[in-house]
């Protein structure tokens, strides 16, 4: 009893150290600022109940993010419960709205265009946009009036490129000092790369991912997805609660310097580490095969493929008595990891021309319940039918204000106490811009039809 009253005193204290430390609540009562909260949220798509279990709620992100890097990590805030403004171009809007087919299509067939990129789709959820050019001094100024509500920004342009607007960090934290203020690039904010404008496949091709992936006697081979950007948001966005953790203590923001080129080789992990204990070159593309473990790769089968990970002796052992060849494990050239490393075209040609007698569905039957890993492998449509995916609620359906019904991939993330997840559709263009402007920075319906007319929102 004792530790649950602390918990709740240390909980509700981190709250209202979050919301106090905006610079133009500060002022206001504390029924002001839940008054505040509530009214943000009550004009958008309906939520679920403002209860308090999703672990950024009243957290305020202004998204000046495009692509994949910068929306997945404010995507990632706007699932834990944070809400998110999306900042975009009045007509192009963000790039990938353009990154299509395929389209969802809209269900009237009213809608100009081909409808909503599945990429844009991806990556924006828990959203709101707000269609507006700050290459105009109005479009500043209403960013400025945001960035005094908001908690965190987040933007991926080339250094630099946002002073001109007064939109950088030096700027900025004069207008609110606790402002959370995260950049993501190429190559950073330093380094002789700075001004170098880079997507995934080019920071993978130099930083070494590139070089390591693929098959082993093929070509160097990008990852299937563009792995480094979402690595990079997934790092930016940790970065970010970390530092509103630190406001609580400090009172004050900072300015978070993100790179695609960092992330990616601080995910080189071991296959970095090594290089640097022993000093030698890597050993370069091992496809689905491991450099120090044997049996550990792909193997066909009648109609596909599938794995085994045999990571120890016993394992070993298990995989010879499933496939009906208990011999192997008594033979001197695999009784040890060691020793299969040494014969590994042998033993793997044994288990390749073995495996290929049975269906992968047969396999799959006679490992279950072995102990052993192993793993088909699956096709995208097979992955999101997956008995488990779908066991895990890993796809949802929701309701998109111009296509209907569509489904997206979840949040991966579970809580015991909270249930982050798709709480609204991806939005349309400037879907929410007279609500931030009418609901959150009081603009009457005249300033909003002249801003409209002047080109600076839509």
Known sequence: MVFQLSEMKVTFKLQRSLIAHRPILRQSTESNIFRRTAQWRSYSTPLPAADGTLPLQGIRVLDMTRVLAGPYCTQILGDLGADVVKVEHPVRGDDTRAWGPPYAKPKDGSQ?????????????????????????????????????????????????SLKKYNMDYETLREINPSLIYASITGYGQTGPYSNRAGYDVMVEAEFGLMHITGSREGEPVKVGVAVTDLTTGLYTSNAIMAALLARVRTGKGQHIDACLSDCQVATLANIASSALISGEKDSGRWGTEHPSIVPYRNYKTLDGGILFGG??????????????????????????????????????????????????????????GSGMPYAAVNDIQETLNHEHVRARGMVTEVNHPTCGPIQLVNTPIKYSHATPGVRTPPPTLGQHTNEILGEVLQFGEKQIAQLKQDGVVS
Do not use: Q
Not at 135 to 156: F, M, T, W, Y
Not at 326 to 349: C, F, M, Q
């Open 311 to 368: 990571g120890n002796d016993r394992l070993f052992g298990v995989l010879c008595d499933r496939l009906g060849r208990p011999e192997w494990k008594e033979d001197p050239r695999y009784l040890t990891n060691s020793d299969r490393v040494k014969h590994r075209a042998e033993i793997d040609g044994l288990i390749g021309d073995c495996v290929k007698e049975k269906t992968t569905k047969e396999w799959l039957e006679i490992m279950e």
């Open 112 to 160: 100009k265009g081909p409808g909503e990129s599945a990429y844009y789709l991806a990556v924006n959820r828990n959203k709101k946009s707000l269609a507006l050019s700050f290459a105009h001094p109005s479009g500043v100024d209403i960013l400025h009036r945001l960035v005094k509500e908001c908690d965190v920004l987040v933007e991926n342009y080339l250094p630099g």
